[in-house]
T-cell receptor
Framework: KQEVTQIPAALSVPEGENLVLNCSFTDSAIYNLQWFRQDPGKGLTSLLLIQSSQREQTSGRLNASLDKSSGRSTLYIAASQPGDSATYLC???????????FGTGTRLQVTL | EAQVTQNPRYLITVTGKKLTVTCSQN?????MSWYRQDPGLGLRQIYYSMNVEVTDKGDVPEGYKVSRKEKRNFPLILESPSPNQTSLYFC????????????FGEGSRLTVL
């Protein structure tokens, strides 16, 4: 059974700092991995999707990597801004690829 | 605008009173799914549907029912709600059953007294 872990559970950084969020998974037979952002009381917004054949994806200041052999994915946020404050979740598609397993998220606060 | 729409967004009900949370998507997606989100437990899948008339259990299906009679709609039914079903519920969809980007609705916060 796939288990997805995100450490740390919470992170506070000053504006402008580059930061890395970590996501670990136990089953390397992962079909793809998706990063989401969740604002308080809101739904999840998809940030990046990395297919199993890819090693990374980039969108603006965000870069996500996937290393299946080590069971890790990282989300890199460059030049963080207060508007980046949110909870970031990773989720992996495994097995039949119809099932998505979520991590419990990292709550990020970017301070002025 | 492409979106997944859930209703109601907020609901307070009492134990045993049947309720339905509707979910509709306008993206012609084949795959739809329901999740619940609880503090410390993260998002857990309740049911999913690979296409019309095809549904299957997720991790926590007990106490829930679903149906997929039309491609765009995937209602979640609580036949006899109990307090342990108090949670934040999300509907999601994606183009195909396997892989691909998942799109979420805004969520439905349900309280069962």
């Amino acid at each position: 059974k796939q288990e997805v872990t995100q450490i740390p559970a919470a992170l506070s950084v000053p504006e402008g700092e580059n930061l890395v969020l970590n996501c670990s998974f136990t089953d390397s037979a992962i079909y793809n991995l998706q990063w989401f952002r969740q604002d308080p009381g809101k739904g999840l917004t998809s940030l990046l999707l990395i297919q199993s054949s890819q090693r990374e994806q980039t969108s603006g200041r965000l870069n996500a990597s996937l290393d299946k052999s080590s069971g890790r994915s990282t989300l890199y946020i460059a030049a963080s801004q207060p508007g980046d404050s949110a909870t970031y979740l990773c989720a992996g598609n495994t097995g039949t690829a119809s099932k998505l397993t979520f991590g419990t998220g990292t709550r990020l606060q970017v301070t002025l | 605008e492409a979106q997944v729409t859930q209703n109601p967004r907020y609901l307070i009900t009492v134990t045993g009173k049947k309720l339905t949370v509707t979910c509709s998507q306008n993206m012609n997606h084949e795959y739809m799914s329901w999740y619940r989100q609880d503090p410390g437990l993260g998002l857990r899948q309740i049911y999913y549907s690979m296409n019309v008339e095809v549904t299957d259990k997720g991790d926590v299906p007990e106490g829930y029912k679903v149906s997929r009679k039309e491609k765009r709609n995937f209602p979640l039914i609580l036949e006899s709600p109990s307090p342990n079903q108090t949670s934040l519920y999300f509907c999601a969809s994606r183009l195909k059953g396997y892989g691909g980007e998942l799109f979420f609705g805004e969520g439905s916060r349900l309280t069962v007294l």
